[in-house]
């Protein structure tokens, strides 16, 4: 999961102008830690991870953690299936949330796509501008909150 992470985020990181971005900062151990403790899924083709996306949850909100596809089988699907995935291994949750780099221009809208809305962006530095996301979750049984 962490040699998808580094391939997949390493355009971002490019274009970014630094690789001290937190997918590319982020450690074996760290990762390793979400798989035993937190939700992790991916995605194979035979043998090889090709996709992956963890959940962090807390207090019933899940952090959305990394969703990465090895770039040369993006346009896939398999994002998508992997972030409804998650989204259907956390009955639990209340909301979820998450943070992309605007700087890559079809973060926010593969995110909207799913039901996501932006609700705060932050200028990090020159050139990074984070859409700071989140979708409450309505089930079936409980009746829809209107704020």
């Known amino acids: 999961m962490h040699a998808l992470q580094q391939k997949a985020f390493a355009e971002e990181g490019r274009r970014s102008g630094t690789t001290m971005i937190p997918p590319l900062t982020e450690t074996v151990e760290a990762i390793a830690a979400h798989v035993v403790t937190q939700t992790a899924l991916v995605a194979r083709e035979g043998d090889t991870i090709i996709g992956s996306v963890r959940g ?69 530095n020159e050139i990074i501008r984070l859409a700071l996301m989140s979708k409450p979750v309505v089930r079936a049984d409980q009746p829809a909150s209107y704020d």
Do not use: K, W
């Open 56 to 124: 962090v949850v807390t207090d019933g909100m899940c952090t959305i953690r990394a969703l990465v596809v090895d770039p040369a089988h993006q346009g896939r699907g398999i994002g998508s299936t992997l972030l409804r995935a998650l989204e259907a291994a956390l009955p639990d949750v209340q909301r979820f949330e998450l943070t992309t780099n605007m700087l890559m221009e079809n973060n926010v809208p593969f995110y909207e796509r799913h039901g996501y809305s932006v609700y705060e962006t932050i200028q990090h």
